[in-house]
């Protein structure tokens, strides 16, 4: 098969041809290594790279391949994003001081991957610590969209997308502490999910108030297939999701009968929104319309001004807890700026912030009482130029301006609930402009059957960027 159609073929499909012994195992890994090879030095996508151990585990995977039963993934490439532990490989956090460090162990989450029969390629490049919604972390080089690479992927899994998007890998694994899955697949023009709180275990870690890991892919079916292999509780978890009735991914051949759906275009906090991110969000409303959904005269949900300070508050303090942390002087001066402020919040005007995130969470999910989804931009304007955002003698402005990017994303990181973002639009660049979908609290089922239905009426996967 020629390498171009296998590099933008989806994981499932590639899972299924591995296992009719129409492709190997060690074929794909060729495929994607070669485009790395190519690519990866104009797009900085990856932050490392194991082709050679991707070649052992494909000629293992290979002899693997002789009528029995596999895991669902065996054999197919995938990116681990730069933010989690895998054993024996490094794990640089972003952090130009933790150039050399070797995890020691798998997080679960990559176990799971691992387990399921994907090979990692690489891990992908990622914001220091992830602290921020563009990826161009100090020491390292910034991930260039493959649309314009004069433009950043968003962050923080800004790498995993890119990677997507690129054809460096049919999918990749990518997490969202507020927003961080959704805004590079909005701004590289690919589908990603945020998973609801506890859908996905943080061992051996503690579980994370704001993060989940999710997927980042180029179709809804290798999204919820990936979800399904990362989901689940771990042994002391301190929360988590009620497992789904089914499996996710039957859910994207399934319809997700008539929807009350709510459209807005609104920011959740003060923000200037571009006309092509308003318009692609009634856009999507007016093809749920013809779908046959009810859209509803409702009033949007209102993320109060006190709200936003107080998961600044969370960030900042989150930040300044991270355990180990290197040398301060090392770190960028966003993360410094970060750090200081968090040290200064004391324990009870933390323990208050979180008190309000949870009082006014409560408001926010109760909107799902009289809905089923909402719509709304998932970014507000195209992708940023790189190094246009950076403004190292104030670098607390800084991060607040970049948060102007992103004013429809992170109450969902509070609230719990699940989103995910669609490749739907494009602006009169001709750059990528996604649509954001809210479900109620554990419904990834509903928001997958209904990305199905909504990628059967209007299909994304032919769409490729210049650099592909």
Same mark, same amino acid.
């Not at 990559?110 to 919604?133: D, H, Q, S």
């Given at each position: 098969?020629?390498?171009?159609?296998?590099?933008?073929?989806?994981?499932?499909?590639?899972?299924?041809?591995?296992?009719?012994?129409?492709?190997?195992?060690?074929?794909?890994?060729?495929?994607?290594?070669?485009?790395?090879?190519?690519?990866?030095?104009?797009?900085?996508?990856?932050?490392?790279?194991?082709?050679?151990?991707?070649?052992?585990?494909?000629?293992?995977?290979?002899?693997?391949?002789?009528?029995?039963?596999?895991?669902?993934?065996?054999?197919?490439?995938?990116?681990?994003?730069?933010?989690?532990?895998?054993?024996?490989?490094?794990?640089?956090?972003?952090?130009?001081?933790?150039?050399?460090?070797?995890?020691?162990?798998?997080?679960?989450?990559?176990?799971?991957?691992?387990?399921?029969?994907?090979?990692?390629?690489?891990?992908?490049?990622?914001?220091?610590?992830?602290?921020?919604?563009?990826?161009?972390?100090?020491?390292?080089?910034?991930?260039?969209?493959?649309?314009?690479?004069?433009?950043?992927?968003?962050?923080?899994?800004?790498?995993?997308?890119?990677?997507?998007?690129?054809?460096?890998?049919?999918?990749?694994?990518?997490?969202?502490?507020?927003?961080?899955?959704?805004?590079?697949?909005?701004?590289?023009?690919?589908?990603?999910?945020?998973?609801?709180?506890?859908?996905?275990?943080?061992?051996?870690?503690?579980?994370?108030?704001?993060?989940?890991?999710?997927?980042?892919?180029?179709?809804?079916?290798?999204?919820?297939?990936?979800?399904?292999?990362?989901?689940?509780?771990?042994?002391?978890?301190?929360?988590?999701?009620? $497992? !789904?009735?089914?499996?996710? +991914?039957?859910?994207?051949?399934? *319809?997700?009968? &008539?929807?009350? @759906? /709510?459209?807005?275009?609104?920011?959740?906090?003060?923000?200037?929104?571009?006309?092509?991110?308003?318009?692609?969000?009634?856009?999507?409303?007016?093809?749920?319309?013809?779908?046959?959904?009810?859209?509803?005269?409702?009033?949007?949900?209102?993320?109060?001004?006190?709200?936003?300070?107080?998961?600044?508050?969370?960030?900042?303090?989150?930040?300044?807890?991270?355990?180990?942390?290197?040398?301060?002087?090392?770190?960028?001066?966003?993360?410094?700026?970060?750090?200081?402020?968090?040290?200064?919040?004391? $324990? !009870?005007?933390?323990?208050? +912030?979180?008190?309000?995130?949870? *009082?006014?969470? &409560?408001?926010? @999910? /109760?909107?799902?009482?009289?809905?089923?989804?909402?719509?709304?931009?998932?970014?507000?304007?195209?992708?940023?130029?790189?190094?246009?955002?950076?403004?190292?003698?104030?670098?607390?402005?800084?991060?607040?301006?970049?948060?102007?990017?992103?004013?429809?994303?992170?109450?969902?990181?509070?609230?719990?609930?699940?989103?995910?973002?669609?490749?739907?639009?494009?602006?009169?660049?001709?750059?990528?402009?996604?649509?954001?979908?809210?479900?109620?609290?554990?419904?990834?089922?509903?928001?997958?059957?209904?990305?199905?239905?909504?990628?059967? +009426?209007?299909?994304?996967?032919?769409?490729?960027?210049?650099?592909?």
């Amino acid at each position: 098969m020629a390498d171009a159609y296998l590099a933008f073929t989806p994981a499932t499909e590639l899972a299924e041809l591995v296992r009719l012994k129409k492709v190997s195992p060690v074929e794909l890994v060729d495929v994607y290594a070669k485009r790395i090879e190519d690519l990866n030095p104009t797009l900085g996508a990856y932050l490392t790279v194991t082709l050679d151990e991707a070649r052992d585990d494909a000629r293992r995977a290979e002899g693997a391949v002789n009528g029995r039963e596999l895991p669902p993934f065996h054999g197919v490439p995938i990116s681990i994003k730069d933010l989690n532990e895998t054993a024996g490989v490094r794990t640089t956090y972003g952090c130009a001081a933790y150039a050399d460090r070797i995890s020691t162990y798998d997080d679960e989450v990559v176990a799971r991957i691992k387990r399921a029969g994907f090979i990692m390629l690489g891990k992908t490049n990622t914001p220091e610590y992830g602290t921020t919604c563009f990826t161009d972390p100090p020491g390292y080089y910034p991930a260039r969209n493959p649309w314009d690479t004069e433009r950043t992927t968003g962050g923080s899994s800004g790498g995993a997308a890119g990677a997507v998007a690129a054809g460096l890998c049919p999918v990749a694994q990518g997490s969202d502490g507020g927003g961080s899955v959704r805004i590079p697949a909005s701004l590289c023009g690919l589908y990603g999910i945020k998973p609801s709180r506890g859908r996905i275990s943080h061992a051996p870690g503690p579980q994370s108030f704001l993060s989940q890991s999710g997927p980042i892919s180029r179709s809804v079916l290798d999204a919820a297939a990936l979800l399904d292999v990362m989901s689940g509780y771990a042994t002391g978890d301190s929360w988590w999701a009620s $497992a !789904p009735e089914r499996p996710l +991914a039957d859910e994207a051949a399934r *319809r997700p009968g &008539r929807l009350r @759906v /709510a459209v807005s275009a609104a920011p959740l906090f003060q923000a200037e929104i571009a006309p092509a991110n308003i318009a692609a969000a009634y856009a999507a409303g007016d093809l749920l319309r013809r779908l046959g959904h009810e859209i509803v005269a409702t009033q949007r949900p209102k993320w109060p001004d006190q709200l936003a300070e107080d998961f600044f508050v969370t960030w900042s303090v989150r930040t300044a807890a991270i355990d180990p942390l290197p040398p301060f002087e090392t770190l960028e001066p966003v993360n410094q700026a970060l750090i200081e402020f968090g040290r200064g919040v004391d $324990a !009870p005007t933390y323990e208050k +912030a979180q008190r309000r995130i949870m *009082r006014e969470s &409560r408001a926010l @999910v /109760a909107f799902f009482d009289d809905v089923d989804v909402l719509v709304t931009p998932t970014v507000a304007g195209p992708p940023p130029v790189i190094g246009s955002y950076r403004d190292p003698a104030n670098p607390i402005g800084e991060f607040i301006n970049a948060a102007a990017l992103v004013p429809f994303t992170p109450p969902w990181n509070t609230t719990g609930q699940p989103a995910v973002s669609l490749p739907l639009h494009s602006d009169e660049n001709g750059l990528p402009v996604g649509v954001q979908i809210v479900g109620r609290p554990g419904d990834e089922a509903t928001l997958i059957r209904l990305s199905a239905q909504i990628e059967e +009426a209007a299909p994304w996967a032919d769409k490729r960027p210049p650099v592909s």
